[in-house]
């Protein structure tokens, strides 16, 4: 049978491991010989025990875990020419040509960019006698299908990506759980949400929440932002509400693109309104506990249409990424939703906010 492997790469995210679960089987299904690589690209680079057969078995009772049971890194290594010759070896030594990788934009791209570099990497392992004439021959051609795995939700292409779905819902959670205790003592809560440069979490928290008040990056705040916010949140108070929440994106930035902190906000509303206020950093419990039922079946079905993709690959064909388009799970082209990425950040950088919204096509 094909030599496939799949591996995690980058911050974690739940129902990594219903898409893990699902290229196993899929693979096993189909007759390959499938491997998981622990650790992300560092296990790759490592071989050894990090790259380690898998079954049908091997992936039992995994699906309600949050996190990914296979390990995720940040990896340097990878990014050296040294480090894609160990792990264009590991490969070869292990006969696989065919990877799924599951991560944010920036692991897509390092995977790319192997892929590019394959030819050259088994040339220069044969001219070192590590591989044979026979299997630079046999493993001409490296496979890879990419799965979009960050509960930010900020991949360019795809609806949804994996673990958002999740993280909303521990998010909604904890700010219900707040507006309890804040309307039992009249106070106003700022909380801080994920989604490093996206503002999708945070937006979507807020629009189901009820918040006042929401600070995300695409969108900075007029220059007079902490009089509006003022007027509203005293606004609310008049109407007879108890309590004021505001929802702050970490990555949230005022038009000039400097950040706007909880506590600068904290500030403003102690300083003018002298309400009694608290802030309440979500942070990693975000990306904590267990899957939604969205994102296991989001994995479950983006892991078997990237097993597919990989089998029906031609020497021709280019990386693909399978998304969410509506509720179908397509593929599309690796790259190109990669440099759409890039042109979101780009285009922030600028401070082109509707620009990037534009691209982004999701808030
Ligand atoms: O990309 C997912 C994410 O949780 C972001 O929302 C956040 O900015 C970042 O990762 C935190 O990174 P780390 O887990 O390395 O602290």
Same mark, same amino acid.
């Given at each position: 049978?094909?030599?496939?492997? #799949?591996?995690? /790469?980058?911050?974690?995210?739940?129902?990594?491991?219903?898409?893990?679960?699902?290229?196993?089987?899929?693979?096993?299904?189909?007759?390959?010989?499938?491997?998981?690589?622990?650790?992300?690209?560092? +296990?790759?680079?490592?071989?050894?025990?990090?790259?380690? =057969?898998? $079954?049908? /078995?091997?992936?039992?009772?995994?699906?309600?875990?949050?996190?990914?049971?296979?390990?995720?890194?940040?990896?340097?290594?990878?990014?050296?020419?040294?480090?894609?010759?160990?792990?264009?070896?590991?490969?070869?030594?292990?006969?696989?040509? $065919?990877?799924?990788?599951?991560?944010?934009? +920036?692991? %897509?791209?390092?995977?790319?960019?192997?892929?590019?570099?394959?030819? /050259? %990497?088994?040339?220069?392992?044969?001219?070192?006698?590590?591989?044979?004439?026979?299997?630079?021959?046999?493993? $001409?051609?490296?496979?890879?299908?990419?799965?979009?795995?960050?509960?930010?939700?900020?991949?360019?292409?795809?609806?949804?990506?994996?673990?958002?779905?999740?993280?909303?819902?521990?998010?909604?959670?904890?700010?219900?759980?707040?507006?309890?205790?804040?309307?039992?003592?009249?106070?106003?809560?700022?909380?801080?949400?994920? +989604?490093?440069?996206?503002?999708?979490?945070?937006?979507?928290?807020?629009?189901?929440?009820?918040?006042?008040?929401?600070?995300? @990056? =695409?969108?900075? @705040?007029? =220059?007079?932002?902490?009089?509006?916010?003022?007027?509203?949140?005293?606004?609310?108070?008049?109407?007879?509400?108890?309590? $004021?929440?505001?929802?702050?994106? =970490?990555?949230?930035?005022? *038009?000039?693109?400097?950040?706007?902190?909880?506590? !600068?906000?904290?500030?403003?509303?102690?300083?003018?309104? !002298?309400?009694?206020?608290?802030?309440?950093?979500?942070?990693?419990?975000? *990306?904590?506990?267990? @899957?939604?039922?969205?994102?296991?079946?989001?994995?479950?079905?983006?892991?078997?249409?990237?097993?597919?993709?990989?089998?029906?690959?031609?020497?021709?064909?280019?990386?693909? #990424?399978?998304?969410?388009?509506?509720?179908?799970?397509? *593929?599309? @082209?690796?790259?190109?939703?990669?440099?759409?990425?890039?042109?979101?950040? !780009?285009?922030?950088?600028?401070?082109?906010?509707?620009?990037? #919204?534009?691209?982004?096509?999701?808030?």
């Amino acid at each position: 049978g094909k030599g496939l492997a #799949v591996f995690t /790469s980058g911050g974690d995210s739940q129902g990594m491991n219903a898409a893990v679960r699902s290229v196993v089987r899929m693979g096993t299904y189909l007759g390959c010989k499938v491997y998981f690589i622990k650790e992300g690209y560092q +296990g790759m680079v490592d071989g050894g025990e990090h790259i380690e =057969e898998a $079954n049908w /078995s091997s992936v039992s009772s995994i699906i309600h875990k949050g996190g990914t049971i296979i390990g995720s890194a940040r990896c340097t290594d990878f990014r050296t020419r040294e480090g894609q010759l160990k792990a264009a070896k590991n490969l070869v030594d292990k006969g696989i040509t $065919n990877i799924v990788v599951i991560g944010g934009d +920036g692991s %897509l791209t390092g995977a790319n960019e192997f892929r590019r570099n394959w030819g /050259s %990497l088994l040339d220069e392992l044969l001219t070192k006698n590590l591989i044979t004439q026979d299997q630079r021959k046999k493993y $001409n051609h490296l496979n890879i299908a990419g799965l979009v795995g960050s509960i930010d939700n900020d991949f360019c292409g795809t609806d949804m990506t994996i673990g958002t779905d999740s993280a909303l819902h521990r998010i909604i959670e904890a700010i219900d759980a707040i507006a309890y205790t804040a309307y039992s003592h009249q106070r106003t809560f700022i909380m801080e949400v994920m +989604g490093r440069h996206c503002g999708y979490l945070p937006l979507v928290a807020a629009l189901t929440t009820e918040a006042d008040f929401v600070f995300i @990056p =695409e969108s900075p @705040p007029h =220059e007079d932002w902490d009089k509006r916010l003022c007027m509203k949140l005293e606004q609310e108070r008049a109407a007879g509400q108890r309590l $004021n929440i505001i929802i702050v994106a =970490e990555g949230a930035i005022d *038009r000039n693109g400097q950040p706007i902190t909880a506590e !600068q906000i904290r500030k403003v509303v102690v300083d003018n309104l !002298q309400q009694d206020t608290r802030i309440t950093v979500l942070g990693h419990v975000q *990306r904590g506990g267990s @899957p939604s039922a969205f994102d296991r079946i989001l994995g479950c079905r983006m892991g078997a249409e990237a097993v597919m993709a990989l089998m029906e690959a031609t020497e021709e064909s280019e990386p693909v #990424v399978v998304t969410l388009d509506g509720n179908q799970a397509v *593929r599309l @082209p690796l790259m190109e939703c990669v440099r759409r990425t890039q042109a979101v950040s !780009q285009a922030m950088k600028e401070k082109k906010w509707e620009l990037a #919204v534009r691209i982004e096509r999701k808030i």
